[in-house]
Nanobody, 124 residues
């Protein structure tokens, strides 16, 4: 199983980015997928997750209403649409496969396969 996160970059405050998580060796529709982020000097924190099947979603309070997680079954991809970005959203973002149904809070130890991360920098 391999995951690859992409789509990060430098964006101004208030801007928009779409992160993509591509997978090989696993069908993303059959597993929970989570997005985590880790800022400099911070612990890895859960941002959002989407469950298998009916796709129950959860969001961190800090991103609720600004970020949307979605799945494209045909492309075997999961996306994180991020709008109204703030400097505090600056971090490396990772996607990962979850061991259990989508739930909150998200614990990194409940996620098995991780992508390499993509850097998001929000700065003027």
């Amino acid at each position: 199983v391999q995951l690859q996160a992409s789509g990060g970059g430098l964006v101004h405050p208030g801007g928009f980015l779409r992160l993509s998580c591509a997978a090989s060796g696993i069908t993303l529709d059959y597993t929970t997928i989570g997005w985590f982020r880790q800022g400099l000097g911070n612990e890895r924190e859960g941002v959002s997750c989407i469950g298998s099947g009916d796709g129950v979603t959860h969001y961190a309070e800090s991103v609720e209403g600004r970020f949307t997680i979605s799945r494209d079954r045909a492309k075997n991809m999961v996306y994180l649409h991020m709008s109204s970005l703030k400097p505090e959203d600056t971090a490396i973002y990772f996607c990962a496969t979850g061991r259990y149904d989508s739930s909150w809070p998200m614990h990194p130890y409940e996620y098995d396969y991780w992508g390499q991360g993509t850097q998001v920098t929000v700065s003027s």
